[in-house]
């Protein structure tokens, strides 16, 4: 996992209100400091992906994202019933919801990103 500050990155110019995303095996932050949650809410995105085998993750998203998007008709509301995206807001404030080893990612991601 690779883990990248917005200040090397074009990526957030083009996805402008969103603080981090999680493109195997990329995870961008749109800040050099983003909080514990922003980072745990990515994590899950990551473990995601790996639990879906990558390419099937991005077409299921994508796919759920254009379902409801017809289903509701604004962007928001079609994102927040994305069901990947349901699973990473119910669970990032949860300490025992990720394995212990991407728990244990938090504070070194929070160090490397202090650095940089």
Request: proline share 5%; net charge positive.
């Amino acid at each position: 996992m690779l883990i990248i500050p917005r200040k090397s990155i074009i990526i957030f110019s083009i996805l402008k209100g969103y603080s981090a995303i999680t493109l195997w095996p990329f995870i961008f932050f749109a800040s050099s400091t983003p909080s514990v949650i922003t980072i745990r809410h990515e994590l899950i995105h990551f473990r995601q992906q790996r639990r879906w085998l990558i390419i099937p993750f991005y077409i299921i998203y994508l796919m759920n994202y254009l379902f409801e998007l017809l289903k509701r008709w604004r962007h928001t509301e079609a994102y927040m019933n994305i069901v990947f995206e349901k699973e990473a807001y119910n669970n990032q404030m949860s300490h025992s919801y990720l394995p212990e080893d991407y728990e244990k990612l938090i504070k070194p991601i929070l160090l490397k990103l202090s650095i940089n």
